[in-house]
Structure formats: structure tokens, C-alpha cells
């Protein structure tokens, strides 16, 4: 730390910005040429030359001989090669977040717009300002509706409804058979009547009759 002190405690910070950002710039471009060289092993298959892994996949190689991940090797792979200049950069992080979040097809916008704003600025552009442009491109995600969970039926409350509904079907029952039982006694009295009146109709005709002999 004294080290340091003695170097920058003079300097101003935009200064000590300055070196900053050309570390920064140094370190993306040793990583592409990382990158490079690991790909052109990957292509030729010389990784296999190191006899550790003569029968080892690529994807072996690299994350036990460089501790690097075969995805975050693939997204730094592919951030270089196809947006070179805009990984050095922003860095291939940037580049494979935009992808993940915007899709791959919105990556070359994003950036566009980027640049745009970065060459109106006289200072770098921050990352906030760089994530507000990606997060004006994400995509939109298609919240499902969640899933209702399943109520547990009771059947107690079930069977003493459907108990009540028959009880009710059972009394309508009763009361039609009764209704139907009174229309037949009903019938019978006017056919008994009937057959009265028309006996006492005949009496009287045959009464007539004989007054009239």
C-alpha cells in the first residue's frame, strides 16, 4: 500500500482513472488472445500433445488446466469472434448478458445504441447507462398463471347435501303420489255420479213412457 501511495497520493484521479481503464483495456485483450489459443487447440485437438489429457474431452482440458468453465470459455469464444471490438471493450460479460437477457438477434442494437451514447460522452459511459439500454431491449417474460392448488373435497359436507337433495326428492314424491291418489278418487265420485244421473234419466223416461200407454 505504501507503494502505491507514493505513486498515485500526487496524481488526480482522473489520472489515476486513466491508468485504470488501460489495465482494464490490456487485461480484455490478453484475455482474447487467450481465447484464441484456446480455441485454436480446441479445433486442432493438440490439447491431447499434454499426455494428462490424451483421452480427455476439450471440455476436461480446459476447466482442470485453466479452471476456466466450458460455458464461460464458449461465451468469452464467442463474444470475441463475433463482436471483437465491443468485448475489448465492455468486456465479453457485458456482451454474453445482453444475450442472455435480450436474446441473440437484439445483441447487435444494444450495442449500436451504446456506442451511440459513448461517442456524445466526453467521460466512459457507466454501466448503469450501458444496463438501461439493455434493459429497454429485454425480453419480455411470459409469466404463467400459476397453478391452483387442489382443494380436498369433503365428502362429508358433499354427502350431507346429496342427502338433503333426496330427502327433498323423496317428500316432491310423496306429495305427487298423494295429488295423483285424490285426481283418482275425484274421477271415481263424477264417474259414480254420472252413472247415477244417467240411471235416474233412464227411470224417468221409462216413467214417461208408461204414463203415456
Not at 460455458?71 to 465479453?92: C, I, V, W
Not at 362429508?156 to 342427502?163: N, R, S
Not at 285426481?183 to 214417461?208: H, N, P, W
Request: proline share 3%; aromatic share 8%; hydrophobic share 35%.
Amino acid at each position: 500500500m505504501l507503494r502505491l501511495k507514493k505513486k498515485y497520493d500526487e496524481k488526480k484521479i482522473v489520472e489515476v482513472e486513466k491508468e485504470i481503464d488501460h489495465f482494464k483495456k490490456h487485461s480484455n485483450s490478453a484475455e482474447k488472445s487467450m481465447v484464441e489459443t484456446l480455441h485454436y487447440l480446441e479445433t486442432t485437438e493438440r490439447f491431447k500433445e499434454n499426455i494428462t489429457y490424451k483421452n480427455s474431452s476439450f471440455d476436461v482440458y480446459v476447466k482442470d488446466r485453466f479452471c476456466i468453465t466450458p460455458t464461460t470459455y464458449q461465451n468469452m469464444r464467442l463474444a470475441y469472434h463475433n463482436f471483437r471490438d465491443e468485448s475489448l471493450k465492455y468486456g465479453p460479460g457485458f456482451i454474453n448478458a445482453v444475450k442472455k437477457n435480450c436474446g441473440a438477434e437484439k445483441i447487435g442494437a444494444v450495442l449500436k445504441e451504446i456506442k451511440e451514447i459513448d461517442s456524445k460522452s466526453k467521460k466512459p459511459i457507466s454501466r448503469t447507462k450501458m444496463s438501461a439500454v439493455m434493459d429497454k431491449h429485454r425480453k419480455v417474460k411470459v409469466i404463467p398463471n400459476p397453478v391452483q392448488p387442489k382443494k380436498e373435497t369433503d365428502w362429508k359436507k358433499q354427502y350431507g347435501i346429496m342427502k338433503s337433495a333426496l330427502a327433498a326428492t323423496e317428500k316432491e314424491l310423496v306429495t305427487a303420489k298423494e295429488q295423483i291418489q285424490r285426481l283418482k278418487d275425484t274421477v271415481m265420485r263424477l264417474k259414480s255420479a254420472q252413472t247415477a244421473i244417467e240411471q235416474a234419466a233412464m227411470a224417468f223416461r221409462d216413467e214417461g213412457k208408461q204414463l203415456a200407454a
